[in-house]
C-alpha cells in the first residue's frame, strides 16, 4: 500500500531489515528498466544462494511500476488517450477489447512496444483499469508476480551459464489489506486525536480553508504544537484527466533526507546477512519509550 510514493516500504525495511527493498523514488532517479530492476533483485539471489541461504524477503512498493521511466511515459499517454478531451471524463467503449484497440491504435510506437513487452494480464490491467479520476490503478497491477517471474526467468538463464546454483521459488503476499485494518498505536491515536481537536478549533476561530498540522510530534504529546496551513499554500498545477488542475503535490521519499541515507548504508549489508528484526506486537500499556514510539522514518529525520 501506500500509492505512488515509497514511505510506508522504506519505513517496513527500516523496521524489519529485509533482504531488499525498491524504493520508486530512487528508480527513478537512476533511470532503471524494468530489466535493471529485475537484475538488482536477481544477483541478490544468486549471491546468497552462494552463501548457501536459498531464501530470502524482498519489499516492493505498490507504485513501483509507473516509476520505471519508460511504463511512466506509457501510462502518461494511456491517460492522455482515454481520456475525452471534451468532457474529461475517462472515455466510453463497448468492450474491453474495443479499448485495448483505440489504445494500441493512439499511442506512439515507443510506448507501444513497451505495452507488448508485458506480460498479458498486466498489459490488461495498464489498458482497463481505471480509478475515478481516469488514471492506472496502480494498486491493482501485480507488480511483485510481474518482477518474480521476470527473476525467474534471469535466474534458469545464469544457472544455464553456470552462473547460479540455487533454488527459487516465490511466495507472494499484497499486505495492503492488513496495513489498512490494523490496530492504531498510541501515538497513532494521539496524533489523530491532536489533528482532529485542532481542526475543531480552527473552524471555531472562523480559519477556514486551512489544513490541520501538529509539530514537534518526536517529543512527548504533551509537548506536541499546534498550527494550520492555508491549502492554497500547498496547491501545484498538475496533469488530470488531460487538463491541468490544482492539486496538492505529491510528498515522495527524499533520496537527499536521513531515512532514506541510512538505509541505503545499510541495506547491501541487509541484502548480504539474514539480519531480519520482528518489531513485535503494538504495545498499549507500559513505559512510553515503549508505548508511544514514533516511526522510524521520522526519527532518523529529526536526528532522534
Not at 78 to 95: A, H, I
Not at 166 to 182: I, P, T, V
Request: charged share 25%; net charge negative.
Amino acid at each position: 500500500m501506500g500509492r505512488s510514493a515509497s514511505h510506508i516500504a522504506l519505513e517496513c525495511a527500516l523496521q524489519c531489515q529485509p533482504n531488499i527493498c525498491l524504493v520508486s523514488e530512487e528508480v527513478e532517479a537512476k533511470q532503471m528498466s524494468l530489466d535493471d530492476v529485475v537484475e538488482y533483485i536477481a544477483k541478490a539471489v544468486a549471491q546468497r544462494a552462494a552463501d548457501g541461504n536459498n531464501f530470502g524477503t524482498v519489499v516492493i512498493p505498490e507504485g513501483l511500476i509507473e516509476f520505471i521511466p519508460a511504463i511512466k511515459k506509457l501510462i502518461a499517454q494511456l491517460n492522455e488517450v482515454l481520456t475525452d478531451p471534451t468532457t474529461g471524463e475517462p472515455r466510453e467503449f463497448k468492450s474491453a477489447e474495443e479499448q485495448i484497440e483505440f489504445v494500441l491504435s493512439n499511442i506512439t510506437a515507443e510506448n507501444k512496444a513497451v505495452l507488448e513487452s508485458l506480460p498479458a494480464d498486466v498489459k490488461r490491467q495498464l489498458c482497463l483499469d481505471r480509478d475515478p479520476h481516469g488514471n492506472v490503478q496502480v494498486s491493482l497491477i501485480e507488480t511483485e508476480k510481474l518482477l518474480s517471474a521476470m527473476v525467474a526467468k534471469k535466474l534458469a538463464a545464469w544457472k544455464a551459464e553456470g552462473k547460479y546454483n540455487g533454488k527459487f521459488s516465490a511466495q507472494h503476499h499484497f499486505f495492503g489489506y492488513e496495513g489498512r485494518c490494523a490496530a492504531p498505536s498510541n501515538y497513532d491515536a494521539d496524533y489523530c486525536y491532536s489533528l482532529g481537536y485542532n481542526a475543531s478549533r480552527l473552524i471555531s476561530n472562523g480559519k477556514t480553508g486551512y489544513m490541520s498540522v501538529i509539530k514537534n510530534t518526536t517529543a512527548p504529546a504533551a509537548e506536541w504544537v499546534a498550527g494550520g496551513v492555508p491549502i492554497t499554500m500547498m496547491m501545484n498545477i498538475e496533469r488530470r484527466n488531460g487538463a491541468n488542475k490544482p492539486v496538492i503535490r505529491k510528498a515522495l521519499v527524499e533520496l537527499d533526507g536521513a531515512p532514506f541515507k541510512y538505509f541505503a548504508s545499510k541495506r547491501d549489508e541487509w541484502a548480504r546477512q539474514t539480519a531480519y528484526v520482528y518489531p513485535g506486537p503494538i504495545q498499549y500499556f507500559g513505559p512510553t519509550e515503549v508505548c508511544d514510539q514514533c516511526t522510524k522514518t521520522l526519527a532518523l529525520e529529526h536526528a532522534k
